[in-house]
């Protein structure tokens, strides 16, 4: 279980009706998974529109579920009248993103009151087997939301 | 231009055919521009299934231009029987990538036998304007292609 | 404990013995710590030919010792004709490097056989405390070693 | 020469002030170079204590006085009362860094109210020859200085 105390009560419900505005995550199929204060994951399912020439899940569509379940991590633990922006992020491919079902889960390293810091590990799903195919270091800003 | 000289005298032709097999090109709308020896370019206009929370381009899609733009301007260079894979990547986001169109140009800082180093800005065009609002720094890896 | 066989029953005096080939060391005053295969910590202590403006260990130095931890991990599971070359590192500083003394902890996340990556993570000690000062992902080229 | 206009007429002196605070550029006799606004260059000549395992320059030295041209180069941007801390870097070495000196040259990419983005390369000198050997992707922090 994680170690942080979300600011605002109503954490889960912010980071679901964040999530629905990413307009991306319905372009690639990506759902929500499991969520608690400062650990956010996201689900994707294989198809062909998100290969790469190999037929592998695509190193920037792998980034993208990466980068959005870190920023939703990190947005998790902010006030209620916040909101957070990606400033940067760093990631490596370990392996090939050859399975059926990608999962990233990101995690809070560090909350700041301007930056934060996360890590996303990204786990290739085939039958039963699961391995880490990708790993994530990134920096998010918190700003003020737009109303 | 370019002081790179291709080491396959098809290269054009061979970066325009791997292009196409990249599945999340066409989901995201993606299509390449101009190429020379190690310098690949990719044009992707917006739309509400390419965005983050606030309406801009979600820095994951930036991303994933910016890796290919990388991968192709390396892979311009490579013999007609390799491939390149992504081996990692940076980016950092400059300004708002809010235009009407995101314009990735890759360039290759760094020819390898095995490892390659691009670095890719991708600029937002509205109107009549042209904003750097990425830079990647990426690695990547020459393999044998598979037949 | 970590859970990597190491190729060469000789990892650990092989390991002992790169260290004290590296200048940099020396000149820093830094010591090697704990080893384990597939896992290497460095400590330095703090003094003002270590500091950056404020008075704190510059990023530079932290992510020298950072570099040489992860360098080291990857090395204690190579054969004992190969060498390590570092490829590149991202490293974020997390809180102010402001302590008596650091402790970088490097860690083999994926071995390959050309390429391995690490994550090292620095620590900074006060008195009884240990806080999480810096994070860095690595990526290692294994090479011949010289003879 | 550069397009940046300095918010303080004192700008050179005030980045000479700083290099000279940084304990670690006595200890490894680096030295600072050209200035422009923008712009910072720091050379370091190489002997044995700055080196790793095969005699070259450490990657570590390498990033810190890349880290330290980056975080000159942006502060000599800012007002006169604020300072300069990095949040993170990336670095790619390229090249050996195996010359008799090094010379790193960091400008400002991205001039922010709270975060500057700056690019750094690194050459290596040999004789009449330069060669990139690093390249390095930083993010800075604007802070209040302490008096």
Redesign the interface.
Known sequence: MSHFQPADSQWESRVRA?FE????M???GARLGALEPGKAEILLDFH????????YF????T??????AGGLAAYSLFPADR?V???????????PADGACLRAVGEV??LGR??S?C?IQVYSQRQDEER?CA?M?Q?L?QVAA?S
């Open positions: 964040s505005r990413i307009g991306i319905k372009t690639l062909e529109g998100l290969s790469q020439q190999r037929g695509h190193a920037g569509v980034s993208t579920i990466a980068d959005s909101a922006l990606s400033v940067e992020f760093k990631v490596n491919m370990l392996n390293l560090k301007t930056l810091v890590e880490l790993k270091q920096t800003f737009v």
